[in-house]
């Protein structure tokens, strides 16, 4: 679905279509100001722009849960839910965001539930809820069955039934549309945002859009690592658009791995194999984790699971993956054998299928190859509580007047060093829905309907549009050193291949970065991407000239914008002297509060400074699990 | 040992280039502008058989892959090793964002969920198919499949042992775009015309002082387990590629979009049941199935579309 013609001006363009975008999308439309302008008359526009077809959004793939403290199973109060989110955190969240998310969760829940979302239900008709890890009550007690779900399959019954309101809203869509740029005017002082410029990959054409208002949702970044749970098309492009903008991302060092991917694919076995009785072993058999976790073992938190994965991988204790039997010994197994196969069919029908399918192994009998996979990007372009974007001059903030942000490519720091289970969904519905009503009282105090054409960044995103136009045509006349041959059908010569080239950024960001680092691997990979992945990606051209549908096109910009986030990352990872949450230096083993009780703030020179964080009502303590 | 040789599949891809037509793209002649119909969705008209002009060829790859890969797996390699200007969607990588229905040996399925050793086939035991893209209508199912990982062929000169050849087309009954890619806006359409969201009272909670004031509809597991499989459908098409009266050309609005009206006639919360069954109470909505129930085959969430079609026109008919 493309529109037919562009607008001249728009009231918002919102980038991405998963939860936090259509969230945002709805949250616009459904408000008070937006129906008052409905009412005299003036229909807002406002266009969704997106990589892929909304339906096909990663958003989808969730499967666990999105928390409330609903006490739909047994009492709850939202402060619990509070307390668990800062704590989850490592105390690096900003406690009045924390705070909200666990104050709004109910009526996010209960508003997805009645836009449609086939809960899966008590006996008596209510919302189900499960336990999840990290979810407690009275403040670190007992665990609480807080996580409203919908049999495995939470993400795509939201997804879906967030598409349908959209549909019955009548909002415009502009699908498989890449954006190339985000562009604003204005200093350092007095920043606004004047459009975006996209590619619309069907026709290959390079459109200026002029927006009043722009939200970027884009998703995360998983695709920094070689091994993730993240679609293909999870390649931080919200967050690359935004450094390239000249503004900053917030706790880019922190990535969550979650410790049981299966094996090289990295796709995603629900920690639920482990709830079941599912054990860690190493190369020699051993059960690992009540070594490093006495009491908790193979249900401890996440990123100490992880950690205890990777400690012994590098005592040399790992197994190979059977697809690549001469490969590293990176991996360790997961044994299922204990699990009764009639119970294990029954309540993990997905984690079954899944080894089935794509590892070819049977669980009941066979041990299970898994690794840590890049999960979920904590960090991401700054924003307030109402969704917009501001940068960091080392004392204030400032708002880029117009621009939002929300979901995974955003940092609201709702989930600080380290996300809760539940938590993600929760904040793309949330803070996506608070970022639209934003942007609509934006919107209803002055609508680009009433507007005369005054708007002086016009010349910009034209300017923008043409620059980028030019570079497209240039990426299409392919290398220019070799003669041009329209009917070639071998490409195996000549320039780089961008789909190869990402795959090596995701190999030397996996060595540097995977669960744990330190100064010489951090230096090691920003040498790598300086020497070798930057001017290989700089000298990318596309292999076949004809812009529609032209993938090649579209991945080079990718690797591109994913060479600009990897070395923001390295540089905040590098300059966090401590460890906490999902970040482990390994030369910086303890969490240090006097001086890193702080958000870095990074920029595409690599310059860092650190933000304060906000603390209400939990001072720091340790974090015991 | 067996373990230790390496294995390889022909991948025989169906290419199409689009011509660049600049100057047309705007006029009705365009071979992308959709066409009205009687019926709404292009899907439904002569146009989705009609061919946008362009380049057709058919290119062989062959590759490394081991018999448990997957054929999106071999398509990537293709990408990154060999060709990276084959164009074709794909996104999750494991049958949930339902991007990449193609037709798979003449079925269509996801390519993510396509094993080789279930599709390849050893050169002569592959269904002609002519210079138009038709196939003869024996069977095409997995099962037909002659190639196994034990009884792969031997390539001489280089000791690799070939699992066969898997042939890949775009997915049938919607208008090629690129290689790969096909045009599947008709099936969105039709499942959008159809009202695809939840009415009900429309109220929305607000939280005031720490508590909603208005909690969810209530729903017991009996009355969600009448709707739930039909929810897990994924809109990726396999189903709409599948049915010889969609794909065929005829006036159909295709078993996706019914599903997707079933799903909201079966949920109790949903007050517009009889207007949703008159709207699919139509020459070119239930009155068209013919109940050949090949919808069924290849849903990779599971549904048994063809008999959710058939309990749908008996309801229709019933009320």
Same mark, same amino acid.
């Given at each position: 679905m493309s529109p037919k013609r562009l607008e001249d001006m728009y009231d918002a363009v919102i980038v991405g279509a998963g939860a936090a975008g259509l969230s945002a999308a709805l949250g616009l439309l459904r408000s008070p100001d937006i129906g008052q302008l409905k009412a005299q008359g003036d229909e807002p526009r406002i266009l969704v722009v997106s990589k892929l077809q909304p339906l096909r959004s990663h958003t989808g793939s969730a499967e666990g849960g999105i928390a409330a403290s609903l006490g739909n199973m047994e009492p709850d109060d939202w402060h619990w839910h509070y307390y668990d989110t800062v704590k989850g955190g490592d105390w690096l969240s900003d406690q009045d965001a924390a705070k909200l998310l666990a104050e709004y969760a109910p009526e996010t829940v209960v508003n997805l539930e009645r836009s449609g979302v086939a809960f899966s239900r008590t006996e008596d008709g209510h919302v189900a809820q499960r336990r999840f890890g990290g979810h407690t009550r009275e403040f670190g007690g007992e665990p609480v069955k807080r996580a409203a779900y919908a049999a495995d399959r939470v993400g795509h019954q939201i997804l879906h039934a967030l598409w349908q309101q959209c549909v019955a809203e009548g909002v415009q869509f502009a699908e498989e549309w890449y954006v190339t740029d985000l562009v604003l005017d204005g200093d350092d002082t007095n920043r606004r945002v004047c459009g975006i410029v996209a590619l619309d990959t069907h026709s290959g054409e390079v459109k200026a859009i002029h927006?009043? +208002?722009?939200?970027?949702?884009?998703?995360?970044?998983?695709?920094?690592?070689?091994?993730?749970? +993240?679609?293909?098309?999870?390649?931080?492009?919200?967050?690359?658009?935004?450094?390239?903008?000249?503004?900053?991302?917030?706790?880019?060092?922190?990535?969550?791995?979650?410790?049981?991917?299966?094996?090289?694919?990295?796709?995603?076995?629900?920690?639920?194999?482990?709830?079941?009785?599912?054990?860690?072993? +190493?190369?020699?058999?051993?059960?690992?984790?009540?070594?490093?976790?006495?009491?908790?073992?193979?249900?401890?938190?996440?990123?100490?699971?992880?950690?205890?994965?990777?400690?012994?991988?590098?005592?040399?204790?790992?197994?190979?993956?059977?697809?690549?039997?001469?490969?590293?010994?990176?991996?360790?197994?997961?044994?299922?054998?204990?699990?009764?196969?009639?119970?294990?069919?029954?309540?993990?029908?997905?984690?079954?299928?899944?080894?089935?399918?794509?590892?070819?192994?049977?669980?009941?009998?066979?041990?299970?190859?898994?690794?840590?996979?890049?999960?979920?990007?904590?960090?991401?372009?700054?924003v307030t509580t109402d969704g917009e974007v501001y940068r960091w001059d080392g004392k204030t903030r400032t708002v880029v007047e117009g621009l939002f942000a929300a979901g995974e490519c955003s940092c609201v720091s709702v989930h600080g060093a380290n996300r809760l289970g539940g938590n993600s969904l929760l904040d793309a519905c949330l803070f996506g829905t608070r970022a639209g009503r934003a942007m609509a009282l934006r919107i209803g105090q002055n609508p680009a309907a009433a507007l005369e054409d005054d708007h002086e960044g016009d010349t910009a995103v034209d300017q923008a549009a043409a620059d980028r136009k030019a570079e497209m045509a240039e990426l299409l006349a392919g290398d220019t050193a070799q003669p041009e041959d329209a009917d070639a059908t071998e490409h195996s010569g000549g320039t780089g291949n961008p789909y190869q080239l990402m795959a090596r950024l995701g190999e030397v960001m996996e060595r540097a970065l995977a669960v744990r680092c330190d100064a010489e691997s951090i230096g090691t990979a920003l040498a790598a991407l300086r020497d070798e992945i930057r001017p290989a990606a700089e000298a990318l051209r596309a292999h076949d000239s004809n812009a529609a549908f +032209?993938?090649?096109?579209?991945?080079?910009?990718?690797?591109?914008?994913?060479?600009?986030?990897?070395?923001?990352?390295?540089?905040?990872?590098?300059?966090r002297h401590e460890?906490?949450?999902?970040?482990?230096?390994?030369?910086?083993?303890?969490?240090?509060?006097?001086?890193?009780?702080?958000?870095?703030?990074?920029?595409?020179?690599?310059?860092?400074?650190?933000?304060?964080?906000?603390?209400i009502d939990y001072p720091p303590m340790k974090r015991e699990y | 040992m067996a373990e230790a040789s390496k294995t390889t599949v022909t991948l025989k891809v169906h290419r199409f280039t689009p011509r660049a037509e600049k100057t047309e793209r705007a006029r009705a002649g365009s071979p992308f502008a959709r066409k009205s119909s009687p019926f709404g969705g292009a899907g439904s008209s002569a146009s989705a058989r009609r061919r946008p002009r362009g380049k057709q060829w058919v290119q062989e790859y062959t590759v490394s892959a081991r018999p448990e890969d997957s054929v999106l797996d071999c398509l990537l390699a293709i990408k990154r090793t060999i060709d990276p200007t084959l164009a074709f969607r794909y996104s999750c990588g494991h049958g949930m964002c339902g991007s990449d229905a193609v037709s798979v040996n003449g079925t269509p399925t996801l390519l993510c969920t396509a094993r080789v050793s279930d599709w390849a086939k050893l050169p002569g035991s592959m269904p002609h198919i002519d210079d138009d893209g038709f196939r003869s209508t024996e069977s095409g199912e997995p099962e037909a499949a002659a190639a196994s990982a034990n009884d792969a062929a031997d390539t001489s000169d280089t000791g690799e042992r070939s699992l066969g050849v898997i042939e890949l087309a775009p997915l049938p009954g919607f208008p090629a775009q690129r290689d790969l890619i096909a045009d599947i806006d008709p099936m969105l359409d039709q499942i959008k015309k159809l009202k695809p969201y939840l009415q009900a009272d429309g109220v929305l909670a607000t939280t005031k002082e720490g508590n909603i004031d208005v909690f969810e509809y209530l729903q017991r597991p009996e009355q969600l387990a009448k709707y739930e499989m039909l929810s897990n459908c994924i809109a990726c098409g396999v189903c709409e590629g599948s049915c010889p009266v969609f794909a065929g050309g005829d006036a159909f609005i295709g078993p996706a979009a019914l599903i997707w009206a079933s799903r909201f006639i079966n949920d109790s919360r949903d007050g517009k049941a009889m207007e949703r069954m008159d709207a699919i109470d139509t020459a070119d909505g239930v009155a068209a199935c013919q109940s050949v129930r090949a919808c069924s085959r290849q849903c990779p969430r599971g549904i048994d579309v063809g008999e959710e079609m058939w309990q749908i026109v008996a309801k229709v008919r019933e009320r």
């Open positions: 927006a009043r +208002n722009v939200l970027l949702a884009t998703g995360g970044a998983g695709r920094l690592f070689h091994t993730t749970s +993240n679609s293909w098309d999870l390649t931080g492009d919200g967050m690359a658009l935004t450094l390239a903008a000249g503004l900053q991302l917030e706790d880019g060092e922190f990535v969550q791995f979650h410790p049981t991917g299966l094996a090289h694919t990295g796709i995603l076995l629900s920690e639920a194999a482990r709830a079941e009785g599912g054990v860690l072993r +190493n190369a020699n058999g051993e059960a690992f984790m009540e070594r490093y976790a006495p009491g908790h073992a193979d249900l401890a938190a996440r990123d100490v699971v992880s950690r205890s994965i990777m400690a012994e991988v590098d005592a040399g204790r790992g197994v190979a993956d059977p697809k690549d039997p001469q490969g590293p010994k990176d991996c360790v197994w997961l044994d299922m054998r204990g699990i009764d196969p009639q119970r294990m069919e029954q309540v993990l029908p997905q984690v079954v299928e899944t080894i089935r399918m794509y590892a070819n192994l049977d669980p009941t009998v066979d041990l299970v190859p898994i690794k840590p996979t890049a999960h979920y990007t904590m960090g991401g372009i700054p +032209n993938q090649e096109v579209t991945a080079i910009w990718e690797v591109q914008h994913l060479t600009e986030l990897a070395e923001a990352v390295l540089h905040a990872s590098d300059d460890s906490r949450g999902s970040l482990r230096r390994l030369d910086f083993p303890e969490r240090d509060d006097e001086h890193f009780l702080a958000h870095s703030m990074v920029d595409a020179q690599g310059t860092v400074s650190f933000q304060p964080v906000v603390i | -």
